[in-house]
C-alpha cells in the first residue's frame, strides 16, 4: 500500500479500537486518523518509508477495559529519524489529557535521551518518589524506557515486566536496640508487550509511560521509590536483551520543555538506503538468508502478504453497509 492508499472514509469508523497499517510504503498518515478517538493500538511495523506521524492514540470517548494504548514501529527507521522518542511520548501524553493509565511504544534507536534523568545499565531500575507526590498538581505521571536487542528474531519474544511501588519503613528492635528497614512492595503493573514473532533486526527503543491514574492509590505513605523491570518475561516466552534503562519523574512544564535532542541516533541511518534496497529479501540479521515464516495472529502480518488497498477496502464496506457483496 502507497501514499494515499489509505481509504479517507476509514475515520468513520468511530469505534476502532485496533488499527495494522505494517508492511507498506507510504511515507506519512492521513490526519484523519486522529478522528478514530477509541483507538488503542496502531501498528506501523517495517514501513520503511514512513517519515511522520499524526497523534492518532488521542483522549478516549468511551470505557476500555483496558484503558492503556500502544504504538508499534519496529523497523520503521525512517519515522525515528524524524521524530525522536521524547516527540512521540510529548504529543500522545498532551493527547491523553490523563484520559489513559498508561501508554507504551517501540521504535528504532540505539541511545536513552539524557532527559531521563537517571539511567543505569542492565534492565531494572528504580527512583525515589518525592513526598507527597499524589497531591501536587503539576505532577504528570512518570516514564520510563530502555535499549534492546534481539539476537535470535526466530522465536517469540516479549518485553515488560513487573512494576513496583516500595514503600520503606525504618525501626528499632526492642531486644538489641538494632535498627532494621521493612519494605513493604504494592505491584502497579505486570504487563508485556508481545512481539509475536516480528524480526527486530537493530537496537530499538522501549517506552513505557504511567499516569497518575496508575500511580495516585499507591502513594499514600512516605519513603516510596518506583521500580521496574523490563526483562521478567513469563515462562512460556523469552524475553528481549535489555541493555539499558532510564526513568524521568514528569511535570506539567516537561511538556513544554521537551525539544528534539540531538542524542538520539539511530543505528541504522548510515546504511538506510542499503536496508531499503534488501528489505523484500531479508528482513533478518547479516547472517540471515531468508525470512522467518510467521504464522497470521492478531497482532502480525506476514511480510508474504501484508495488508492490500482492496481487501482494506472491501473492510470498509461491508462495515459501513455499502458493498458486502463484491468478492
Known sequence: MGEGDIPSDISGLSS???LYLNSNNFTSIAASLA????LQYLGVCNCRELESLPVVLKRKTSDWKHNWSYF???NSYRLAENMS??????????AFANSRKRFDAVIPGNEIPEWFSQQRGGSVIEIPLPLNIQNDSQWIGVAFCCIFGDDDGSKIKVIGGPTYIHSRYSGQSSSNGSVFQVKNSRMVDSSFLNFCGRRITKDHLF???FSP???????ETKNLSLEMSFQSSPKRYPSVKVKKCGVRIMYEKDLEEIKELQCHTIQSSPNLEH?????TENDGSAGSTSPVKRKRDIDVETEEEGP?????QNFLNFITGRSGKKQ
Do not use: F, M
Open 275 to 279: 536496508i531499503h534496497h534488501h528489505s
Open 35 to 38: 478522528r478514530l478517538s477509541n
Open 85 to 94: 522518542p521524547i516527540t512521540l511520548l510529548k504529543t500522545h501524553i498532551k
Open 308 to 312: 492490500h488497498p482492496k481487501r482494506i
Open 16 to 18: 476502532l479500537k485496533v
Open 72 to 74: 508499534l514501529a519496529i
Open 213 to 219: 491514574l496508575s500511580l495516585k492509590d499507591k502513594c
Open 207 to 209: 517506552l513505557r509511560y
